[in-house]
């Protein structure tokens, strides 16, 4: 098929990269010049396992191109895929500023039918709302067709999203168009050889269900973080609790994790924008409400922690942070708990040294003034990060930070204190090896508690 995919971040360039990896000819329209640049050149402008290769592949092979140039991108479009973003307006809800322009664009550009789907994550409605834009911009210009509007959520995780698209658990299809299923059904038939993998819904059920699921999600992280607050008080190991609980089939073992907060460009904005959407119908979303502020709570744990550990003043110590992505595998800091602490301690005046795998730039983009005085330094070695430090603090649980050889930390470190922001290391083992060890809801080793609301 023809296929035009708007937008080339995690979403849209993952979906035109597989879309062509299976034959389909897939033009990316992107309007950033400098990304639109690196990817005419074969670079890939984020980090995402597998997904450089399939950008070359495709461009090699000829059936992915990128332009800025809507006619072009639609000269002989048959589906034309959005996949802009929907970041947070002030009040929580959804700005759709983007999805919306691209609507605007389609309605004074497509020269021919053909079927508009929507994978940016939009409030109920949202088909509705850009088939009528769409087609009255079609009007407008005097054309004989109109075009239909599906929605189609999209699931995939960073970090592992390729895979994840080409090996959905489901596709979501919101249409109430048998033509907008066919196509649909066939376009991802080679993802899914399992045919019950698509589920056919409304579209506003479609688009419903992607808050729903983002929402639940967060739900039980932030539902276990309550907890390990609760363990440490009753002198209870929450990974014991957590290992209990998930071996129950109706529980699961998934984001189940004590830790530092969730963050990201997704569960914390679709939880504000759902929050919105209920206030907005006069419906108090009550545990909504609780997972949000449960979370906020939870990205000052740390913070709270090293203070107290350094009785009260940051000022002049030095720390180590291993981890800035908002979660492995991915350079996205998007609302990252890093950047919390990192704020916190910078204002306090410690000096920091941070360690990542992939999010260097961005951060060194987001902390030019604290790199330029020297109190903040950035780089991609774990033994060179924790050199002098009084104390290393885990928030990115990266596979390089899960067996570091911490008899040569120790040996690095001015002091040998670690506080586990993600429980991934074993307090008995760091403490035997002559370590102050702090995680999160784990009593018998010192944990991270929040001492004032
Ligand atoms: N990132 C994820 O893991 C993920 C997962 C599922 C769903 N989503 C949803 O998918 C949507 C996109 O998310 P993302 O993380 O890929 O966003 P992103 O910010 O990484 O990418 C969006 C891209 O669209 C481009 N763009 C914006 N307006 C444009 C326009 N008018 N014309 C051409 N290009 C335009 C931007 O320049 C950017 O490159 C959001 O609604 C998000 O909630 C994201």
Known sequence: M???????????????ACFAQMGNRVVCLEHDRSRLARLRQGQCPIYEPGLAALVQEGLHSGLLSFTEHWDHALARVDVAFIAVGTPSHEDGSADLQHVLAVADSLGRHLLRPCLVVNKSTVP???????ARQVNSGLRARGASFTVSVASNPEFLKEGSAVEDFMRPQRIIIGTDSDAATQCLQRLYAPFVRNRERVLVMSPRAAEFSKYAA?????????????????CAE????????????????????????????????CFPKDVRALIHT???????????RAVQARNAQQKTLLFQALQEHFGGSMRGCNVALWGLAFKPGTDDLREAPSLVLLDAMLAAGARVRACDPAALEGAAAAYPQALASGQLQLGDDPYACVEGADALVLVTEW?????????????????????????IYDPSELSTLGYLYHGIGRPQAGHCKVTAA
């Open 2 to 16: 023809e296929l035009c995919v708007i937008g080339a971040g995690y979403v849209g360039l993952v979906t035109a």
């Open 124 to 130: 109920v409605g949202t088909a509705e709302r850009v």
């Open 214 to 230: 983002n929402a639940f999600l967060a739900t039980k992280i932030s539902f276990v973080n309550e907890l390990a607050g609760l």
């Open 234 to 265: 009753l002198d209870v190991d929450i990974e014991q609790v957590r290992r209990g609980i998930g071996s129950d089939r109706r529980i699961g073992s998934d984001f189940i994790y004590a830790g530092c907060g969730y963050g990201g460009s």
């Open 278 to 288: 209920a206030e907005q119908h006069g419906y108090q979303p009550s545990i909504l």
């Open 399 to 423: 596979k390089q930070f899960r067996q570091p050889d911490f008899r040569r930390i120790r040996g690095l470190m001015r002091k040998p204190v670690l506080f586990d922001g993600r429980n």
